[in-house]
């Protein structure tokens, strides 16, 4: 009987076998310092020819060219890129331990001629095309060649880079450096003048060594013109042209987590954290206090989300497309941070996504971490009182955008620190997204969901995260099993919420994600915001800033949630005191939480002993949760022995110190919260 054919994915498996006993072999060779170092070096080039030809091969493949059916095979193919782009890192650290720290000629260093050579065949090519031209000639030539074997080429250094890590190369502005090696991942192999080697950020280097390049002259030129022009204009405006400044941060700016990923300290699946530097570089664009402010209509001469109801006085509820109640369970299989980085939080960032862009605040929940269970994150802790609303994870969202691909993102995240240089960053260990409606535009049933966590950005496809794939591939219906329950997942649970709660959301503004136990306070203060602006303005054309200090600051307890869960609990402490006829009383409800807030949270805003909100900081974290405790026990102290709920004599006493008073915090400016 004729032996059984090979497919070209087992064919590929056994190379990949074959490049891990070869590398496993050079890397005991290396550290017991057995052979020479040139017959090492020169093993570990062929070693990652070799790698990067069946990297090729690999992605070139299809389930089509099988020649039986393969069961599972997107998956196995996936195991086997990431095995074989683990095994690339692995050669490329051996080959920057092995390359000599002078001029190596199995390297290849440029020779004069060369170099003569290619000035002469780059002077052609910038007659002929633009700097753009010879930056895509440049990429389709490192596409074309592996990084092992990219040409030598001399490169001038754009600005002083100081090496933090071993292997990393110092070079200072204006220094022309030879490029021995360009890699994917941005860090590229170079020698200064002296001998030295080692790895520099490619975004630091300028193709051309700068000696006697008349073109690079006038392009100097042209850019002090360029500059001289931007500042004349900035002078005249009073403005910097803001759009320049992500651009020239790009290009000027490292990443900790592009170094830590050139590294290998953590998975390829990780990126950094997308939702994050939207919070960072837009400002309150994406801030739930933001969305809790009143929108103006089209017109700018009435809202289009805030309206009284004549009959009762109350804020007249609006319904929205979307309107959904969920609880955060649990993530599973989500691999950690590599050596060298300390996590200081877990959590998950959330939003209404579309899949082009986002469509609400960006909400945050924390994830509560066993060190037993590394890779299982939990939501929603059983504590003693109220349950902070950080780790709250029953979240509802209010949409009101007619997308048929609205959905929910969720984006599991970590913020460390690294270890060597201190330096923090926001890591994203992957996401996920559910889509809220069904093929014919139903909305979803009630049910709990097992979300599949991918690895990358959500503008990125079919990106797998790492560390979670096993050796081999599964085989039977029992392993196919088994290998499901390793993929990371997260755990959600859409419910439907009670008559109390929907009316409650009703209130709130058109489009809005936040924690389910803060509704109630949500809509008490959207009940004020209404009087405020609805009732008690003289006209409605009129646009004059009102003394509401509750209106004025209000927003901000939603940007600092330990502020907000003081006010919760301070409210619910009065509501257990008042009657059921107090309670049914809309004046006497939101005379009574007026008073709350100012002698509560409106005081811990402006105490002096409150450091300022930062995420992520332990010791600013407990400093703040004992100054709110403190004053919360103080001001309630305070009101036992005055027997009053709260007033504004407190701010007079002389045991309690408060800020100077500011304009700002005292008046609602109608022109400048609107959206």
Same mark, same amino acid.
């Given at each position: 009987?004729?032996?059984? !054919?090979?497919?070209?994915?087992?064919?590929?498996?056994?190379?990949?076998?074959?490049?891990?006993k070869?590398?496993?072999?050079?890397?005991?060779?290396?550290?017991?310092?057995?052979? $020479?170092?040139?017959?090492?070096?020169?093993?570990?080039?062929?070693?990652? &020819? $070799?790698?990067e030809?069946?990297?090729?091969?690999?992605?070139?493949?299809?389930?089509?060219?099988? @020649?039986?059916?393969?069961?599972?095979?997107?998956?196995?193919?996936?195991?086997?890129?990431? !095995?074989?782009? =683990?095994?690339?890192?692995?050669?490329?650290?051996?080959?920057?331990?092995?390359?000599?720290?002078? @001029?190596s000629?199995?390297?290849?260093?440029?020779?004069?001629?060369?170099?003569?050579?290619?000035?002469?065949?780059?002077?052609?090519d910038?007659d002929?095309?633009?700097?753009?031209?010879?930056?895509?000639?440049?990429d389709?030539?490192?596409?074309?060649?592996?990084?092992?074997?990219?040409?030598?080429?001399?490169?001038?250094v754009?600005?002083?880079f100081?090496?933090e890590?071993?292997?990393?190369?110092?070079?200072?502005?204006?220094?022309?450096?030879?490029?021995?090696?360009?890699?994917?991942d941005g860090?590229w192999l170079?020698?200064?003048t002296?001998? =030295?080697?080692?790895?520099?950020?490619?975004?630091?280097?300028?193709?051309?060594s700068?000696v006697?390049?008349?073109?690079?002259?006038?392009?100097?030129?042209?850019?002090?013109?360029?500059?001289?022009?931007?500042?004349?204009?900035?002078?005249?405006s009073?403005?910097?042209?803001s759009?320049?400044?992500?651009?020239?941060?790009?290009?000027?700016?490292?990443?900790?987590?592009?170094?830590?990923?050139?590294?290998?300290? %953590?998975?390829?699946?990780?990126?950094?954290?997308?939702?994050? /530097?939207?919070?960072?570089?837009?400002?309150?664009?994406h801030?739930?206090?933001?969305?809790?402010?009143p929108?103006?209509?089209e017109?700018k001469?009435?809202?289009?989300?805030?309206?009284?109801?004549?009959?009762?006085?109350?804020? !007249?509820? +609006?319904?929205?497309?979307?309107?959904?109640?969920?609880?955060?369970?649990?993530?599973?299989?989500?691999? *950690?941070?590599?050596?060298?980085?300390q996590?200081l $939080?877990?959590?998950?960032?959330?939003?209404?996504?579309d899949?082009?862009?986002?469509?609400?605040?960006?909400?945050?929940?924390?994830?509560? #971490?066993?060190p037993?269970?590394? /890779?299982?994150?939990?939501?929603?802790? +059983?504590?003693?009182? %109220? &349950?902070?609303?950080?780790?709250?994870?029953?979240?509802?969202?209010?949409c009101?955008?007619?997308?048929?691909?609205?959905?929910?993102?969720?984006? &599991?995240?970590?913020?460390?620190?690294? =270890?060597? *240089?201190?330096?923090?960053?926001?890591?994203?260990?992957?996401?996920?997204?559910l889509k809220?409606?069904?093929?014919?535009?139903?909305? %979803?049933? #009630? +049910?709990?969901?097992?979300?599949?966590?991918?690895?990358?950005?959500p503008?990125?496809?079919?990106?797998?995260?790492e560390?979670?794939?096993?050796?081999?591939?599964?085989?039977?219906?029992?392993?196919?099993m088994?290998?499901?329950?390793?993929?990371?997942?997260?755990?959600?649970?859409?419910?439907?919420?009670?008559?109390?709660?929907?009316?409650?959301?009703?209130?709130?503004?058109?489009?809005?994600?936040?924690?389910?136990?803060?509704?109630?306070?949500?809509?008490?203060?959207?009940?004020?915001?209404?009087?405020?602006?609805?009732?008690?303005?003289?006209?409605?054309? =009129?646009?004059?800033?009102?003394?509401?200090?509750?209106?004025?600051?209000?927003?901000?307890?939603?940007?600092?949630?330990?502020l907000?869960?003081?006010?919760?609990?301070?409210?619910?402490?009065?509501?257990?005191?008042?009657s059921?006829?107090?309670?049914?009383?809309?004046?006497?409800?939101?005379?009574?939480?007026?008073?709350?807030?100012m002698?509560?949270?409106y005081?811990?805003?402006?105490?002096?002993?409150?450091?300022?909100?930062?995420?992520a900081?332990l010791?600013?974290?407990?400093?703040?949760?004992?100054?709110?405790?403190? %004053?919360?026990?103080?001001?309630k102290?305070?009101?036992?022995?005055t027997?009053?709920?709260?007033?504004?004599?407190?701010?007079?006493?002389?045991?309690?110190?408060?800020?100077a008073?500011?304009? *700002?915090?005292? *008046?609602?400016?109608?022109?400048?919260?609107? +959206?």
């Open positions: 009987m004729p032996p059984k !054919r090979k497919g070209p994915l087992q064919l590929a498996q056994r190379e990949v076998d074959e490049i891990k070869q590398v496993d072999s050079l890397t005991k060779a290396v550290h017991s310092h057995g052979g $020479s170092t040139e017959e090492a070096f020169r093993r570990c080039q062929e070693l990652q &020819l $070799s790698a030809k069946t990297q090729r091969t690999l992605k070139n493949l299809t389930k089509a060219d099988e @020649p039986a059916p393969v069961g599972n095979y997107d998956q196995r193919k996936q195991e086997e890129e990431g !095995r074989l782009q =683990n095994l690339l890192e692995r050669i490329n650290v051996l080959s920057l331990e092995l390359s000599p720290p002078g @001029p000629t199995t390297a290849g260093v440029v020779s004069k001629e060369e170099s003569e050579d290619n000035d002469e065949d780059s002077d052609d910038e002929s095309d633009d700097e753009d031209d010879v930056d895509d000639d440049e389709e030539t490192e596409a074309g060649k592996p990084p092992a074997l990219s040409e030598p080429r001399l490169y001038t754009l600005s002083d100081k090496g890590q071993e292997g990393d190369l110092s070079v200072q502005k204006g220094e022309v450096l030879s490029v021995i090696r360009r890699t994917a860090w170079a020698q200064d002296k001998g =030295n080697r080692g790895v520099v950020p490619k975004t630091y280097l300028k193709m051309g700068g006697e390049d008349e073109d690079d002259e006038e392009e100097s030129e042209d850019k002090e013109e360029s500059e001289e022009l931007t500042n004349d204009v900035e002078k005249q009073g403005t910097s042209l759009n320049w400044g992500p651009v020239r941060k790009a290009l000027t700016e490292i990443d900790a987590t592009d170094v830590l990923s050139a590294m290998g300290a %953590i998975p390829s699946g990780f990126r950094p954290s997308t939702l994050n /530097k939207l919070l960072v570089e837009e400002g309150a664009t801030r739930a206090s933001h969305y809790i402010q929108k103006l209509s017109s001469l009435s809202f289009s989300d805030l309206f009284l109801d004549p009959d009762t006085g109350r804020v !007249r509820a +609006r319904q929205v497309r979307t309107c959904v109640c969920f609880s955060l369970w649990s993530c599973r299989m989500i691999p *950690t941070p590599g050596v060298g980085v996590v $939080s877990r959590h998950i960032r959330l939003c209404a996504f899949g082009i862009e986002v469509l609400s605040n960006i909400h945050t929940v924390r994830a509560t #971490y066993n037993k269970s590394p /890779k299982t994150w939990t939501f929603s802790p +059983r504590v003693t009182g %109220i &349950l902070p609303t950080l780790l709250d994870g029953e979240c509802f969202l209010r009101n955008s007619a997308s048929p691909d609205l959905g929910i993102l969720f984006e &599991l995240g970590v913020t460390f620190i690294r =270890n060597s *240089t201190g330096e923090r960053g926001d890591l994203s260990c992957g996401w996920a997204f809220l409606t069904d093929d014919s535009g139903n909305p %979803i049933p #009630y +049910r709990t969901y097992e979300l599949p966590v991918n690895g990358g950005t503008y990125e496809k079919d990106v797998a995260v560390a979670t794939v096993t050796r081999g591939s599964p085989a039977g219906v029992f392993q196919q088994l290998q499901a329950r390793r993929q990371p997942k997260l755990i959600i649970k859409l419910k439907s919420a009670n008559n109390r709660t929907r009316t409650q959301l009703s209130l709130l503004p058109d489009t809005l994600l936040h924690s389910l136990n803060c509704v109630h306070l949500l809509a008490l203060h959207r009940q004020l915001l209404a009087d405020a602006l609805l009732l008690d303005r003289p006209t409605m054309q =009129n646009a004059d800033p009102i003394c509401r200090p509750i209106l004025a600051t209000f927003p901000r307890l939603l940007d600092e949630p330990d907000l869960d003081a006010l919760r609990s301070a409210w619910l402490g009065a509501e257990t005191s008042m059921r006829a107090q309670k049914r009383d809309l004046s006497c409800v939101k005379q009574e939480f007026s008073k709350i807030y002698s509560s949270t005081f811990l805003l402006h105490a002096p002993s409150l450091p300022c909100y930062r995420w900081d010791p600013s974290e407990e400093q703040r949760a004992r100054v709110v405790f403190s %004053i919360m026990d103080t001001l102290e305070s009101q036992q022995t027997g009053q709920s709260g007033g504004q004599e407190l701010f007079v006493e002389p045991i309690n110190q408060h800020l008073f500011d304009v *700002t915090e005292l *008046t609602f400016d109608l022109l400048q919260v609107v +959206r």
